[in-house]
């Protein structure tokens, strides 16, 4: 399974401790029944909303402590929350939250309200994991024995049709292929999905999941945190989002740049929102800016409320894909491997030299070629990539970092 624990959300101690639990008759689902906006569908921003509910309950309802014993995002990642050890605070009383863990998809009434199949993975995991740790085989909604619409008609749905429950758990073990075996079968075979054995088998496995007879791999244990894997993504959509210069706010833009740097103002504690950040700038942005800056330690014209870049930076909003400028879109990996002849590489190889990354013994040209390739793995070494995720094939976050203008004329 894909567990982020506390630390990697940056959680908050709590303030006291809680009772703890041993055995429990199984699991209840939860959803957060709020509306799920869809720029949060990046994976960049689960953590920040994970922590987001973690403020909620803590200050909002003067809890101790956020009240799920684990969550679950819409990319089969599970949170850590109170973890297994502690009584929740979510299932309705304390002989309801006694008899039950309780697991929470952050999915909504609004906005984004089904549930995807990596998000169904995920809770079957949590389900998994808790099992391992003392919870029965029990799985039901919030609304059953409490009056409340949770978990939402459509997770209630997979909670009925028995599609959440995580089967018979593998422990984990070797296996030699044999007999023109795929990866498919193998992973039906152990009831572990074929990703995990991937991410479990890198030295042998690559994305392809291709197999070959005589092959040992490893089969990793379901409901068991995988060792070595990384529950945060990679190039396509991790880090933070650029800034996009001081004169785009004064224009007033409408973005999901916007909402998400609200977000992180309100997870920061300087919100000054009525009613919650949304796409369009407005006075309660700004003013919710400024109370930043004077967090940051600005007094006075350095904290009227318009971002700069040093403030901007330490806000660390999520990369949301979008940016505002006239630069490239990114064309998608798979243009950069057909290997293309077009100014666009030309564009961006100029950025490259531009940026101290050039690796070219004749300057940048329309051909794609390896001296380009060398160049991109320069700049994604520059931004902090490393390993296999600076390889010099460019991903979506990498390339909008890059800014590579639209026009090269």
């Known amino acids: 399974m894909l567990f982020a624990r506390r630390a990697d959300w940056k959680a908050t101690k709590p303030d006291n401790l809680h009772e703890p639990v041993t055995s429990t008759k199984g699991v209840k689902v939860h959803y957060t029944g709020t509306r799920f906006e869809p720029f949060l569908e990046v994976h960049a921003l689960c953590a920040m909303r994970v922590k987001e509910i973690q403020r909620e309950h803590m200050e909002g309802k003067g809890d101790s402590e956020i009240d799920y014993n684990l969550l679950v995002c819409r990319h089969g990642v599970v949170f850590?929350?109170?973890?297994?050890?502690?009584?929740?605070?979510?299932?309705g009383n304390r002989e309801l939250n006694r008899?039950?863990?309780?697991?929470?998809?952050?999915?909504?009434?609004?906005?984004?309200?089904?549930?995807?199949?990596?998000?169904?993975?995920g809770i079957q995991d949590a389900i998994a994991y808790l099992r391992r740790h003392g919870a029965g085989w029990e799985i039901a909604g919030h609304r059953d024995g409490y009056a409340t619409q949770c978990p939402g008609d459509l997770l209630y749905g997979h909670v009925l049709n028995g599609s959440l429950d995580p089967g018979v758990l593998w422990d984990g073990g070797n296996h030699i292929v044999r007999g023109g075996e795929?990866?498919?079968?193998?992973?039906?075979?152990?009831?572990?999905?074929?990703?995990?054995?991937?991410?479990?088998?890198?030295d042998d496995l690559d994305a392809s999941g291709k197999v070959k007879d005589g092959m040992k791999l490893w089969i990793p244990a379901r409901g068991v945190p995988l060792k070595g894997a990384d529950p945060t993504p990679g190039d396509d959509a991790t880090e933070f989002q650029p800034f996009p210069g001081a004169k785009w706010f004064h224009e007033e833009p409408s973005s999901p740049i916007i909402t998400a740097m609200g977000e992180r103002l309100v997870a920061e504690g300087c919100s000054e929102y009525a009613k919650g950040p949304g796409p369009q700038w407005s006075e309660a942005d700004r003013a919710s800016y400024a109370k930043w800056q004077r967090k940051l330690g600005y007094?006075?014209?350095?904290?009227?409320?318009?971002?700069?870049?040093?403030s901007w930076e330490q806000l660390r909003v999520p990369y949301v894909g979008?940016?505002?400028?006239?630069?490239?879109?990114?064309?998608?990996?798979?243009?950069?491997?057909?290997?293309p002849k077009s100014r666009i590489i030309t564009a961006m190889g100029k950025r490259l030299v531009e940026e101290g990354c050039g690796h070219y013994s004749k300057g940048p040209g329309p051909q794609w070629t390896e001296a380009d390739r060398h160049s991109y793995a320069v700049w994604q070494r520059k931004l902090g990539f490393n390993g296999s995720k600076a390889d010099g094939w460019p991903g979506e976050y990498s390339w909008d970092r890059l800014q590579v203008p639209e026009d090269d004329d």
């Open 322 to 339: 979008q940016k505002p400028g006239d630069f490239e879109e990114f064309p998608g990996d798979a243009w950069f491997h057909d290997q």
């Open 99 to 121: 008899a039950h863990h309780a697991v929470c998809a952050p999915t909504g009434s609004g906005g984004y309200t089904d549930v995807p199949e990596k998000m169904v993975r």
């Open 299 to 310: 007094a006075g014209a350095k904290a009227d409320g318009w971002p700069g870049e040093t």
């Open 182 to 202: 795929t990866l498919g079968r193998i992973s039906v075979r152990y009831n572990v999905p074929s990703d995990y054995i991937i991410l479990a088998n890198p």
């Open 80 to 91: 850590e929350g109170r973890g297994w050890r502690e009584q929740n605070a979510a299932n």
